[in-house]
């Protein structure tokens, strides 16, 4: 079976909501994958930063065998001996007091919006279906109908109407028009500390601050949406760390457990949590044993092998290599830890058609927005394995150049 055979099947039998590359891919280990006829290719994605632990990471996959022999699911209608641990570990690891947790993304941010609305009327008193939420333009947050409702993309939104009502947006990085947007009503600010998927927006210095001290003199609840810019990417657990201040709500997900399933969760204060009841709110698959197990361990992974100082370490040796990069197609490059981008020229004719190129050179990324390629290794990497997708991102640019 060849790649064409899998390609073709998948546009005969699959929805088309995704646009990928060209490439099968069939197997996977650290940070390397391999396709249908055996190409061997560096992952520059990670899944979009949910495989920082690199491919198949043999402690994380131990934990999924080892766990899914034991006991993989419950419901939450009677108690397993996995969530109490990990809920636990989790809140060591971070600072903070609850988690709630969920599969992906998209059901941790809804669990974060709801908690903002319980807490909003019952603990700052808004009247009764009045709670509003201010989130920044250019967003990303997932796609269930509620995050859609307050994205900017007109793309994201097109024949899913009526929205959720009850979100704001305003400029990312303007500190003012979050001041103004504020009113007694205001529930909560929802920001992406990095806007990722916008094409690797970083805000001014100081803003995430700034907005933080903000929400506080307002009774505003800070809610920093840290699924792709947490747990190291960036160089710290979260990426609110580098303006040294904790979050009222933090939401992650994506390598949460290593890329081997899918967990993601909210963590906050007891104060804030405690605002679910039982019957409140819930999830099937939320907090199951298997879940647990596989986060735990992945975590420990996290942690014992430093992905934060080795994103830090790696993220500015490579940062100092793409900057020092001459193309007349090159408008920007930007990053932190290691989530890179480099923004092209509006003259460089897309981002797609370099990254089919560095697909052809053994490299895998994938454009974010038109004109931004997105690069973001797993936290694994090495100083000779940047080397040598250097080469090939060097080489790209020359020839299309
Ligand atoms: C990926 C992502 C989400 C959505 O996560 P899913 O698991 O795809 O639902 C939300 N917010 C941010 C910042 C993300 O990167």
Do not use: W
């Given at each position: 079976m060849d790649t064409k055979f899998y390609v073709d099947m998948e546009d005969i039998?699959?929805?088309?909501n995704y646009h990928p590359l060209d490439v099968v891919l069939i197997k996977g280990k650290g940070i390397w994958v391999w396709d249908a006829e055996d190409n061997k290719y560096l992952d520059f994605l990670s899944a979009y930063s949910a495989v920082n632990h690199g491919h198949c990471h043999p402690r994380v996959v131990k934990a999924v065998s080892d766990q899914a022999k034991q006991l993989t699911l419950t419901s939450r209608a009677f108690r397993n001996n996995q969530w109490p641990l990990m809920a636990k570990e989790l809140c060591d690891l971070t600072g903070y007091e609850m988690v709630l947790a969920m599969n992906s993304g998209a059901e941790a941010v809804e669990t974060a919006l709801k908690a903002a609305r319980m807490w909003g009327y019952?603990?700052?008193?808004?009247?009764?279906?009045q709670a509003e939420v201010i989130t920044c333009e250019?967003?990303?947050?997932?796609?269930t109908i509620t995050i859609i409702s307050f994205s900017t993309e007109e793309h994201y939104k097109?024949?899913?109407?009526?929205f959720t009502p009850g979100f704001i947006q305003i400029p990312y990085g303007d500190i003012e028009e979050l001041e103004k947007a504020?009113?007694?009503?205001?529930?909560a600010f929802l920001v992406e500390p990095i806007q990722a998927e916008a094409g690797i927006i970083i805000p001014p210095e100081g803003y995430l601050k700034k907005a933080k001290q903000v929400c506080e003199k307002n009774n505003v609840l800070f809610i920093a949406?840290?699924?792709?810019?947490?747990?190291?990417?960036?160089?710290?657990?979260?990426?609110c760390e580098h303006e040294g201040f904790q979050p009222d709500m933090a939401v992650i997900g994506k390598s949460l457990a290593g890329g081997c399933y899918a967990v993601s969760a909210v963590v906050s204060s007891r104060e804030i949590l405690s605002?679910?009841?039982?019957?409140?709110h819930g999830s099937?698959?939320?907090?199951?044993p298997l879940a647990c197990a596989v986060a735990r361990e992945a975590l420990k992974v996290m942690q014992e092998e430093q992905f934060n100082d080795n994103a830090v370490k790696q993220g500015t040796y490579f940062l100092n290599k793409l900057k020092s990069l001459k193309s007349k197609y090159i408008k920007q490059v930007r990053g932190k830890g290691l989530l890179i981008g480099i923004e092209l020229t509006?003259?460089?004719?897309?981002a797609r058609r370099f990254c089919e190129a560095l697909m052809n050179e053994g490299l895998l990324c994938k454009e974010t927005h038109e004109n931004v390629i997105r690069f973001a290794p797993?936290?694994?990497?090495k100083k000779k394995e940047l080397d040598w997708a250097f080469k090939r991102v060097k080489k790209v640019f020359r020839e299309i150049d």
């Open positions: 039998y699959g929805a088309h019952q603990k700052k008193g808004i009247p009764e279906n250019n967003n990303f947050h997932g796609r097109k024949d899913f109407g009526p504020i009113t007694p009503n205001t529930a949406d840290e699924i792709q810019t947490g747990l190291g990417r960036t160089g710290k657990l979260f990426a605002v679910f009841t039982p019957g409140s099937t698959f939320g907090a199951n509006p003259e460089a004719g897309g797993p936290l694994i990497i």
